[in-house]
Every structure is written in C-alpha cells, then in structure tokens.
C-alpha cells in the first residue's frame, strides 16, 4: 500500500487500516501490537477503523485448545492428510499442498457448519502465536497500542444475526453460553443469569416480548456485548485516554425484518453509500448512507470525521461527532455518535447495558475467557 499509493493520489504516510467484523478483529490485533510502547503511528499504519470488532472480541485460546485440535483433525481427516499428520509437520504440509482445492473447500466447508450453530467457528486467530504474543485485554491494560486515531463503531443488535432461534428456557440459555464461551465458570454463568434477567421468570425483563423464541432477545443481548459492544468499548475507552477516539452506535435498518432489529452487517452497504440496484437492493435510507460515507471520507483524510467537506452539502444535517472521553465511575460515561434515520443522528452517552459491558470488560474475567 505505502509503495503504491500515491500512483493513485494517496499519501503514504496517511494510511488508514480498516476492517468489518472478523476484518476488524484482524485490525484491533495489528492495532494493539506494540509491544515496546513505541511512541507515534505504527509504521503500516497512521490510523484506524474499526468496525464491529476489535482485539478482545472474540475468544482467542491457545493452539492446543482442544476444539481447535478436534476441528482441526476433522478438516485433515476431510481432506485425507490424516496420515500425514501422523507422520510430520513436513509431511502434513506437503499433503496440503498438493491436496485438490475442491476438498480443501468443501472439508473447510463441513467443519465450518458443524460449527456454525454454536458460533465456535473453526480457523480462528490463536493466542501465542504472531501478533498474539500478548492477549488482547492484557495489551490494552499495559497501553500496548499505537497512537493513532481511531474510529470504531457498532450496531444496536449485532447477535441478532445469527443468535439460536430455538432457546425457550432460562437452562438453554446458560447451557447456551457456556457451550459457546468454554471459559465461563458457574459462578460467571450465575452472574449472567441475574445481568440478563430471564423473561419468563422476571415480569420487568427488558428482553419479555421475544419474537421466534422466549430466549432469542434475552441471547441476542448477552452475545451482542459479549462479542461486540462490549469490545468496541473496550478499544474506545482504552485508547481515549492518549489518542483522538471516535465511537458510533448504528441505529439505522436496512432490510432486515423488524424481528432482527439492527443485527450485524447492516451497516456495510452505508459505509459505501451504495446506489439502488436491481440485484443487490441498495440502501433502505440512501441520504443516511451518504452522511456516513462523509464522516469516513473526513476521517480518512484528516483523521477527523468532523473536518473535511465530506459531510457538507447533503440532504441530512451532519452533526459534531464527539471524541469519545469516557469518566463512567464519576457518572460521565463516554460521548458517541448515534446514527439514526430520518435527520434523527445525534451524540449520546455511551451508557446503553453499561453495567453488563463493565462485567464483560473485567480484566481479570477477560483474561480467563481467553479474550
């Protein structure tokens, strides 16, 4: 990027790294290796964006973990290099080299969907290793990230995207987490029986009413902090306190039925402010789209989505996206940026389940989890 960019017009000492999801799992990982605390923007890298991920949003065990051993032995046995396994490291390599791409994918495939259901997805980073040296919490507790800004983001309901549809009991529920979060201990599952208060056996539940099952919002709003907001804050509170940070919370459909709310993804097709099409659909709210693709131009350019002239002319009024500075224990959480339809965008505290977000976030429970 550095040695091409200005073949383009670009500048390449303002490069911003960027990612969705697993994509923005990968940039919080770059993001917090800097282990010797250098002073300044990485070398790669002048800034960041984050967007439904980051370095603590996933679990991130060792190679030894024993799903990862067993997945990883189905996906060889698959692809038929079992044997090879059994032999050597060279060995094995070689049988994957040769081995035909169709096996690899659908092997890749099968282990994959037998994963799916419990959102223990195969193939993930592991700790230890390159880039994982340090986990996570442990980087962003010592200050090991590089200074640069930073905008991060998430949607309302990010798990309602691939939340069980199929959970009726407080049991299925802990059952749930704890098949999904192996680091989770009884004492964990305890706590989250009372943080997120079980509709059937709680009449003041803020998750009664579910569509699909009597679990589904109750599910959705533990996954959704656990594995997204909850990180995004973490990344925002952590950084905030050396570099410009600045931190939205989408609120904006886009298709989904009103069963999902605002799930994951549903903001990648605003980011680009996608034009109607008769094959993919295009945006629901297309001036929405244009504003936040301003707000990334800006950022992209001067490091700040208020400055530039991205935002200026459009339908949609841009209003001052705040640096996030967060003081929560002296009852003055964080300020973000709430993007909403209809000219209703408008900064906000970061306060929504901030008491579940401070037990996710425990640094010592983050560590155990493997986060």
Request: hydrophobic share 35%; with cysteine.
């Amino acid at each position: 990027m550095q040695k091409y960019i200005s073949v383009f017009g670009g500048d390449p000492r303002r490069v911003t790294l960027g990612g969705r999801s697993a994509g923005a799992h990968s940039v919080g990982i770059h993001l917090f290796h800097n282990q010797k605390k250098v002073d300044g923007a990485s070398p790669l890298f002048s800034q960041a964006i984050l967007q439904s991920g980051g370095v603590t949003a996933r679990t991130f065990p060792p190679a030894s973990f024993p799903l990862y051993q067993k997945q990883f032995a189905r996906f060889l046995h698959l692809v038929g290099c079992e044997a090879s396994a059994a032999a050597s490291d060279t060995k094995l390599l070689e049988c994957l080299r040769t081995a035909p791409i169709s096996a690899i994918q659908k092997a890749s495939n099968q282990v994959y969907e037998l994963s799916e259901y419990s959102l223990t997805w195969p193939f993930q980073p592991t700790s230890g290793g390159p880039l994982l040296e340090h986990r996570g919490s442990t980087a962003g507790a010592n200050g090991e990230f590089f200074r640069v800004p930073v905008l991060t983001s998430s949607t309302l309901d990010e798990a309602k995207f691939y939340a069980p549809l199929n959970l009726t009991t407080n049991e299925h529920f802990l059952s749930f987490l704890g098949i999904s979060i192996p680091g989770l201990n009884k004492a964990d599952l305890a706590d989250l029986d009372a943080l997120y208060p079980d509709p059937l056996q709680h009449a003041d539940s803020p998750y009664k009413n579910s569509p699909v099952s009597s679990q589904y919002n109750r599910i959705s709003a533990a996954l959704t902090d656990y594995m997204y907001a909850c990180p995004v804050q973490e990344t925002a509170i952590r950084m905030s306190s050396s570099v410009p940070v600045y931190k939205l919370s989408w609120a904006v459909n886009n298709r989904f039925p009103s069963w999902q709310g605002i799930p994951h993804t549903v903001d990648t097709a605003y980011t680009w402010a996608e034009p109607l099409s008769p094959t993919k659909g295009g945006l629901e709210y297309p001036e929405v789209g244009k504003l936040l693709h301003g707000y990334y131009v800006n950022f992209v350019i001067n490091g700040d989505p208020n400055k530039g002239n991205a935002t200026q002319g459009l339908a949609l009024h841009a209003p001052v996206w705040p640096p996030f500075k967060d003081n929560y224990k002296d009852g003055k959480p964080g300020m973000q940026l709430r993007m909403e339809a209809f000219g209703n965008s408008t900064a906000q505290a970061d306060s929504r389940r901030r008491k579940q977000c401070e037990w996710w976030r425990d640094t010592s429970r983050a560590e155990r989890l493997g986060k």
